[in-house]
Protein backbone atom coordinates (compact mmCIF):
# COMPACT_ATOMS: atom_id res chain seq x y z
CA UNK A 1 0.00 0.00 0.00
CA UNK A 2 1.59 3.39 -0.82
CA UNK A 3 1.99 5.57 1.84
CA UNK A 4 -0.52 8.30 0.89
CA UNK A 5 -3.23 5.21 1.04
CA UNK A 6 -2.55 4.52 4.49
CA UNK A 7 -4.31 5.89 7.48
CA UNK A 8 -2.64 8.21 9.66
CA UNK A 9 -1.91 6.72 13.69
CA UNK A 10 -3.68 9.32 16.16
CA UNK A 11 -0.21 9.83 17.45
CA UNK A 12 1.22 11.00 13.81
CA UNK A 13 -2.68 13.11 13.75
CA UNK A 14 -1.33 14.85 16.72
CA UNK A 15 1.76 16.01 15.97
CA UNK A 16 1.42 17.12 12.96
CA UNK A 17 -1.56 19.02 15.01
CA UNK A 18 1.04 20.39 16.88
CA UNK A 19 3.96 21.06 14.15
CA UNK A 20 1.30 23.57 12.72
CA UNK A 21 1.01 25.47 15.92
CA UNK A 22 4.90 25.57 15.98
CA UNK A 23 4.96 26.50 12.31
CA UNK A 24 2.70 28.96 12.92
CA UNK A 25 4.70 31.05 16.32
CA UNK A 26 8.07 30.26 14.31
CA UNK A 27 6.70 32.47 11.51
CA UNK A 28 5.11 35.09 13.68
CA UNK A 29 8.56 35.67 15.31
CA UNK A 30 10.69 35.27 12.00
CA UNK A 31 8.02 38.22 10.90
CA UNK A 32 8.47 39.97 14.00
CA UNK A 33 12.03 39.61 13.83
CA UNK A 34 11.97 41.38 10.63
CA UNK A 35 10.17 44.29 11.35
CA UNK A 36 6.94 42.82 9.23
CA UNK A 37 3.56 42.95 9.98
CA UNK A 38 2.31 39.41 11.51
CA UNK A 39 -0.31 38.36 8.68
CA UNK A 40 1.92 39.46 5.94
CA UNK A 41 2.93 35.93 5.15
CA UNK A 42 1.09 32.34 5.25
CA UNK A 43 1.57 29.19 5.27
CA UNK A 44 1.64 26.60 2.51
CA UNK A 45 1.47 22.86 4.11
CA UNK A 46 3.61 20.70 1.70
CA UNK A 47 1.97 17.58 1.82
CA UNK A 48 3.95 15.27 -0.60
CA UNK A 49 3.81 11.80 0.16
CA UNK A 50 1.72 12.01 3.48
CA UNK A 51 -1.76 10.60 3.65
CA UNK A 52 -4.81 12.20 3.45
CA UNK A 53 -5.72 11.86 6.99
CA UNK A 54 -2.54 13.96 7.87
CA UNK A 55 -3.82 16.54 5.79
CA UNK A 56 -7.25 16.85 7.79
CA UNK A 57 -5.59 16.71 10.81
CA UNK A 58 -3.64 20.25 9.52
CA UNK A 59 -6.85 21.23 8.04
CA UNK A 60 -8.74 20.81 12.01
CA UNK A 61 -6.74 23.38 13.43
CA UNK A 62 -6.96 25.45 10.50
CA UNK A 63 -4.72 24.91 8.01
CA UNK A 64 -6.09 25.39 4.51
CA UNK A 65 -3.40 25.99 1.94
CA UNK A 66 -1.89 22.53 0.73
CA UNK A 67 0.79 22.15 -1.79
CA UNK A 68 1.20 19.25 -3.91
CA UNK A 69 4.04 18.10 -5.98
CA UNK A 70 2.34 14.37 -7.63
CA UNK A 71 -0.93 15.03 -9.79
CA UNK A 72 -2.43 10.81 -9.59
CA UNK A 73 -1.33 11.36 -6.01
CA UNK A 74 -2.71 14.38 -5.29
CA UNK A 75 -6.17 13.80 -6.97
CA UNK A 76 -6.61 10.58 -4.85
CA UNK A 77 -6.45 13.15 -1.94
CA UNK A 78 -8.46 15.63 -3.36
CA UNK A 79 -11.24 12.90 -3.86
CA UNK A 80 -10.95 11.84 -0.13
CA UNK A 81 -11.07 15.74 1.06
CA UNK A 82 -13.88 16.85 -0.87
CA UNK A 83 -15.78 17.55 2.25
CA UNK A 84 -12.93 20.43 3.51
CA UNK A 85 -15.02 23.38 2.60
CA UNK A 86 -12.46 26.09 1.94
CA UNK A 87 -9.49 23.74 1.27
CA UNK A 88 -7.32 25.80 -1.58
CA UNK A 89 -4.87 23.05 -3.38
CA UNK A 90 -1.33 24.37 -5.15
CA UNK A 91 0.44 22.41 -7.28
CA UNK A 92 4.17 22.71 -6.97
CA UNK A 93 5.40 20.08 -8.63
CA UNK A 94 7.12 19.59 -11.95
CA UNK A 95 4.87 20.47 -15.03
CA UNK A 96 5.02 18.70 -18.08
CA UNK A 97 2.40 19.31 -20.99
CA UNK A 98 0.76 15.54 -20.41
CA UNK A 99 -0.04 17.22 -17.17
CA UNK A 100 -1.48 20.80 -17.70
CA UNK A 101 -5.69 19.96 -18.45
CA UNK A 102 -5.21 18.30 -14.92
CA UNK A 103 -3.85 21.03 -13.38
CA UNK A 104 -5.71 23.06 -14.51
CA UNK A 105 -9.32 21.60 -13.68
CA UNK A 106 -8.51 20.64 -10.17
CA UNK A 107 -6.02 23.74 -8.52
CA UNK A 108 -6.68 27.17 -7.57
CA UNK A 109 -2.82 27.79 -7.80
CA UNK A 110 -0.06 26.90 -10.05
CA UNK A 111 3.65 27.79 -8.18
CA UNK A 112 5.89 26.09 -11.25
CA UNK A 113 5.29 27.38 -14.77
CA UNK A 114 8.46 28.20 -16.70
CA UNK A 115 7.87 28.97 -20.19
CA UNK A 116 5.33 29.69 -22.48
CA UNK A 117 4.21 26.74 -23.85
CA UNK A 118 3.09 25.39 -20.48
CA UNK A 119 1.21 29.08 -19.65
CA UNK A 120 -0.46 28.57 -22.75
CA UNK A 121 -1.86 24.84 -22.41
CA UNK A 122 -2.98 26.12 -18.65
CA UNK A 123 -4.94 29.25 -19.98
CA UNK A 124 -6.29 27.17 -22.14
CA UNK A 125 -7.76 24.01 -20.06
CA UNK A 126 -8.46 26.09 -17.37
CA UNK A 127 -12.69 25.89 -16.86
CA UNK A 128 -14.09 29.26 -17.11
CA UNK A 129 -16.22 28.56 -14.44
CA UNK A 130 -13.34 28.17 -11.79
CA UNK A 131 -12.41 31.99 -12.42
CA UNK A 132 -8.98 32.55 -12.96
CA UNK A 133 -5.74 30.02 -12.34
CA UNK A 134 -3.81 31.42 -9.68
CA UNK A 135 0.16 31.31 -11.30
CA UNK A 136 3.55 32.18 -9.77
CA UNK A 137 6.87 31.94 -12.29
CA UNK A 138 9.13 29.76 -11.36
CA UNK A 139 12.59 31.18 -11.23
CA UNK A 140 15.74 29.27 -11.72
CA UNK A 141 17.38 31.89 -9.30
CA UNK A 142 20.74 29.42 -8.31
CA UNK A 143 21.35 28.93 -11.78
CA UNK A 144 21.45 25.22 -11.62
CA UNK A 145 21.80 23.05 -14.95
CA UNK A 146 19.58 20.49 -12.55
CA UNK A 147 16.53 22.90 -11.78
CA UNK A 148 13.47 24.11 -13.35
CA UNK A 149 12.92 27.69 -13.74
CA UNK A 150 12.98 30.34 -15.95
CA UNK A 151 16.55 32.19 -16.19
CA UNK A 152 16.32 35.80 -14.03
CA UNK A 153 17.21 36.92 -17.48
CA UNK A 154 14.03 35.44 -19.35
CA UNK A 155 11.47 36.56 -16.72
CA UNK A 156 10.33 39.75 -18.27
CA UNK A 157 9.59 38.30 -21.51
CA UNK A 158 7.56 35.21 -20.08
CA UNK A 159 5.75 37.34 -17.25
CA UNK A 160 4.20 39.33 -20.50
CA UNK A 161 3.15 36.34 -21.91
CA UNK A 162 1.58 35.65 -19.34
CA UNK A 163 -0.20 39.10 -18.19
CA UNK A 164 -1.95 38.37 -21.57
CA UNK A 165 -3.60 35.01 -21.10
CA UNK A 166 -6.89 35.69 -19.56
CA UNK A 167 -7.20 32.54 -17.37
CA UNK A 168 -4.53 32.87 -15.84
CA UNK A 169 -3.62 35.40 -12.93
CA UNK A 170 0.28 36.21 -12.69
CA UNK A 171 0.33 36.72 -8.86
CA UNK A 172 4.38 36.38 -8.27
CA UNK A 173 7.38 34.24 -8.13
CA UNK A 174 8.69 31.30 -6.87
CA UNK A 175 11.86 29.61 -6.37
CA UNK A 176 13.45 26.90 -4.91
CA UNK A 177 17.55 28.27 -4.26
CA UNK A 178 20.45 25.82 -3.94
CA UNK A 179 20.58 24.14 -0.44
CA UNK A 180 22.55 25.84 2.21
CA UNK A 181 22.81 25.57 6.01
CA UNK A 182 24.33 28.70 6.76
CA UNK A 183 22.26 31.65 7.20
CA UNK A 184 23.97 34.07 5.61
CA UNK A 185 24.25 32.23 2.41
CA UNK A 186 20.91 31.60 2.60
CA UNK A 187 19.68 35.35 2.42
CA UNK A 188 21.42 35.90 -0.99
CA UNK A 189 18.88 34.07 -3.28
CA UNK A 190 15.91 34.78 -1.65
CA UNK A 191 17.25 38.58 -2.06
CA UNK A 192 17.43 38.23 -5.47
CA UNK A 193 14.33 36.74 -6.09
CA UNK A 194 12.67 39.96 -4.18
CA UNK A 195 14.53 42.50 -6.38
CA UNK A 196 13.51 40.27 -9.36
CA UNK A 197 9.68 40.43 -8.11
CA UNK A 198 9.92 44.28 -7.26
CA UNK A 199 11.94 44.96 -10.94
CA UNK A 200 8.29 42.69 -12.34
CA UNK A 201 6.08 44.93 -10.09
CA UNK A 202 7.70 48.58 -11.18
CA UNK A 203 6.70 47.03 -15.03
CA UNK A 204 3.49 46.19 -14.58
CA UNK A 205 2.26 48.61 -11.51
CA UNK A 206 -1.62 47.13 -12.47
CA UNK A 207 -1.11 43.69 -11.88
CA UNK A 208 -2.43 41.12 -9.12
CA UNK A 209 1.02 40.74 -8.21
CA UNK A 210 1.26 39.88 -4.66
CA UNK A 211 2.88 36.80 -3.87
CA UNK A 212 6.57 35.85 -3.44
CA UNK A 213 6.81 31.88 -2.66
CA UNK A 214 9.87 31.42 -1.07
CA UNK A 215 11.38 29.52 2.27
CA UNK A 216 11.25 25.85 2.90
CA UNK A 217 11.38 23.83 6.47
CA UNK A 218 15.40 24.43 6.79
CA UNK A 219 15.50 28.32 5.65
CA UNK A 220 11.93 29.90 6.40
CA UNK A 221 13.54 32.66 8.83
CA UNK A 222 16.38 34.07 5.80
CA UNK A 223 13.00 34.14 3.79
CA UNK A 224 10.84 36.00 5.60
CA UNK A 225 13.64 38.49 6.23
CA UNK A 226 13.88 38.91 2.58
CA UNK A 227 9.90 39.23 1.80
CA UNK A 228 8.33 35.70 1.53
CA UNK A 229 4.56 35.89 1.72
CA UNK A 230 4.23 32.23 1.51
CA UNK A 231 6.47 30.19 2.97
CA UNK A 232 6.36 26.12 2.06
CA UNK A 233 6.74 23.68 5.05
CA UNK A 234 6.84 20.49 4.57
CA UNK A 235 8.52 18.54 6.78
CA UNK A 236 8.48 20.86 9.47
CA UNK A 237 4.85 20.28 9.68
CA UNK A 238 4.47 16.37 8.17
CA UNK A 239 7.79 14.82 9.49
CA UNK A 240 10.57 13.37 7.11
CA UNK A 241 9.50 12.11 3.87
CA UNK A 242 10.94 8.45 3.43
C1 LIG B 1 9.00 19.34 -0.89
C2 LIG B 1 8.93 20.78 -1.24
C3 LIG B 1 8.89 21.78 -0.24
C4 LIG B 1 8.96 21.47 1.24
O1 LIG B 1 10.28 21.21 1.64
P1 LIG B 1 10.64 20.98 3.19
O2 LIG B 1 12.11 21.18 3.22
O3 LIG B 1 10.22 19.59 3.54
O4 LIG B 1 9.92 22.01 3.97
C5 LIG B 1 8.75 23.09 -0.64
N1 LIG B 1 8.68 23.43 -1.94
C6 LIG B 1 8.72 22.52 -2.93
C7 LIG B 1 8.63 22.96 -4.34
C8 LIG B 1 8.86 21.17 -2.61
O5 LIG B 1 8.91 20.28 -3.60
Given at each position: MSDQQSRATPDQSQAVKDNIVASRHRLEQALVKSGR???SAAILAV?????ATMLRAAFEVGQRLFGENYLQEALEKQRSLT????IEWHYIGALQSNKTREVAEHF?????VDREKIARRLNEARPTSMGALNICLQVNISREDSKSGVMPEALPALAEQVLAL?????RGLMAIP?????PEQQHVPHARLRELFEELIRRHPDAPLDTLSMGMSGDMEAAIDEGATLVRLGTAIFGSRD
Amino acid sequence: MSDQQSRATPDQSQAVKDNIVASRHRLEQALVKSGRPVDSAAILAVSKTKPATMLRAAFEVGQRLFGENYLQEALEKQRSLTDLEGIEWHYIGALQSNKTREVAEHFSWVHTVDREKIARRLNEARPTSMGALNICLQVNISREDSKSGVMPEALPALAEQVLALPNLRLRGLMAIPAASNDPEQQHVPHARLRELFEELIRRHPDAPLDTLSMGMSGDMEAAIDEGATLVRLGTAIFGSRD
